[in-house]
């Protein structure tokens, strides 16, 4: 049967006539819940933006308001209240100087609080200046009393806006790790490379979330052993980028160690600019490569100039001199708590109340590491212990010999306090890389690369690894790293952020 080509279908007449296309029904497409598009536009950097900015004009608005409503109007300000408005432009005229609306891979709320609070607290004093200088022009007949209110009614917003602020970027962080989470989906992101760093990368991308990255395909001249690398499929060699991005709708490239050349590598990065994707490189010696690193120009070529932790210079004298004040302070406030844990300690069972341990600390010098003692004591044919491959030592196996306050320590980790007076003695500090046993340490100084780098600083009540979660049985090369990255950007800053997030995980774990 011919058809008849001369029909067209936008006549009346070109009409469906068989049944199975009148039975098609119009295609049903299931709208999106509330969560997954609110997901979708804070994961886009304009959505990201507008609601950064947004909440942090909504927390300057509502702290000027508050003032505005609490001010005496017995006394005439008449002339100060109109220009406090000004705070909020300059707030986040500041804001966007710090780079606090730049989306980073590694974000927690504790990395903004600094700069926020520097934010509001600077926006207050120069809105401050303005009004002085302003306020007496318009209202030359009452120069003393307006200006007298004015640090008044600004040092109110300060304090709202000190609260407000930090307050609603931190609902932010929280919804959007919730949905993150919830919808286990970050940005398509394509690595270069099919070495260790790339499996590394990785793993990463889905043991955190939060960092907003989903792998959907390697790249590299080397093929892989399958076709498939940690279940990422292999997409071919770099010259295969612009149909990889179109398979994948990758939006980032992440070239990490790979065995295309360098000058190739610089082609592709500009390839993938092209494409719309943003870039990012592993650089070589990541080793070294700190927070504090910068880049100069020499005739046009571009020099890292890497940043250098002395663990022996003033810096960390000032540190060292804080942990013992703060220990000493710390253990005067907890006495009571101290003093009832030794008692329960000496009724649970017999035996001594602490118990000191060899631990390796700084320059690998071995001291006893005090915790309350929280177990029975051992039996001499049980001490040996097994080390599993790849994991940190978990004990001894066998019965279980915690007593009943033995457990309620270490599940809220307070048979660590007498550590603080290893903080006094000089032998630890308060923050740093955890201490380990000489035997372990030892065997792992041959099998895990820059272990013992750590032993440069003191050893730590807590530390940086333990924050992120590499305690217990986890991996010691990844202790190993989060450790010498806590030394090569050390700050004082750096020691509050990581006793912060301990509260917290103790917090947390005693729920």
């Known amino acids: 049967m011919q058809l008849d080509t001369k029909q067209s279908v936008h006549t009346p007449s070109a009409r469906p006539t068989t049944p199975l296309l009148r039975a098609v029904s119009p295609l049903v497409v299931e709208k999106p819940s509330l969560w997954r598009r609110a997901y979708h536009y804070l ?32 006394i005439d300000s008449r002339g100060v209240l109109p220009w406090t408005w000004i705070f909020i432009p300059i707030l986040i005229v500041l804001l966007i100087s710090r780079s606090m609306y730049k989306r980073r891979l590694s974000h927690r709320f504790l990395d903004e609080f600094e700069p926020v609070e520097t934010s509001v ?23 003393v009393q307006p200006y007298l209110r004015s640090n008044d009614v600004m040092l109110e917003i300060w304090l709202w806006a000190a609260i407000l602020v930090p307050a609603v970027r931190l609902c932010r962080s929280l919804t959007q790790r919730y949905l993150r989470r919830k919808f286990s989906f970050g940005k398509p992101a394509i690595i270069v490379g099919t070495g260790p760093m790339a499996h590394q990368i990785i793993t990463r991308m889905r043991q955190v979330p939060d960092f907003g990255l989903r792998p959907v395909g390697i790249l590299d001249d080397v093929r892989p052993s399958t076709n498939e690398a940690e279940g990422v499929p292999y997409l071919g060699t770099a010259d295969n980028l612009e149909r990889a991005v179109a398979t994948t709708r990758a939006e980032k490239l992440i070239i990490a160690h790979s065995a295309v050349p360098d000058d190739q590598l610089s082609i592709i990065a500009q390839r993938a600019h092209h494409l719309g994707l943003k870039v990012r490189v592993v650089p070589r010696m990541m080793d070294v490569v700190t927070e504090g690193a910068t880049i100069e120009h020499l005739g046009g070529i571009p020099l890292m100039v890497l940043s250098h932790t002395n663990p ?78 790849g994991a940190a030592p978990g004990g001894v196996e066998g019965e279980d010999r915690r007593t009943w306050i033995g457990k309620i320590m270490r599940k809220t980790s ?15 500090s308060l923050v740093g890389p955890r201490p380990e046993r000489p035997e372990f340490v030892e065997l792992f100084e041959m099998q895990i690369r820059r272990y013992g780098d750590r032993h440069r600083v003191k050893a730590g009540m807590t530390g940086w690894a333990q924050v992120h979660g590499l305690r217990g049985q986890t991996s ?15 700050s004082i800053l750096l020691d509050l952020k990581t006793l912060a997030l301990t509260v917290l995980a103790v917090l947390k774990s005693a729920e």
């Open 43 to 74: 994961r886009n950097e304009s959505g990201y933006v507008a609601v950064s900015v947004g909440l942090d004009i909504w927390a300057g608005f509502w702290a000027v308001m508050i003032t505005h409503w609490s001010v005496d109007r017995s």
């Open 121 to 143: 607290a600077v926006a207050a004093l120069l809105t401050l200046a303005v009004m002085s200088q302003v306020i007496p022009k318009f209202q030359p007949g009452q120069v």
């Open 312 to 389: 022996k210079g003033w810096q960390f004298a000032v540190k060292h001199a804080m942990d013992r004040t703060f220990a000493t302070a710390g253990l005067v406030l907890i006495s009571p708590l101290f003093l009832t844990l030794m008692l329960l300690v000496r009724l649970s069972s017999p035996g001594p109340i602490f118990f000191g341990q060899d631990r390796i600390g700084r320059d690998g010098k071995v001291f006893s590491c005090l915790k309350f003692r929280s177990m029975r004591p051992a039996d001499p044919a049980g001490e040996a212990f097994h080390l599993k491959d």
């Open 414 to 428: 307070m048979d660590e306090l007498p550590q603080l007076l290893n903080v006094i003695r000089g032998e630890m």
């Open 476 to 490: 010691i090369a990844d202790r190993a790293e989060f450790d010498n990255y806590y030394i090569e950007n050390w």
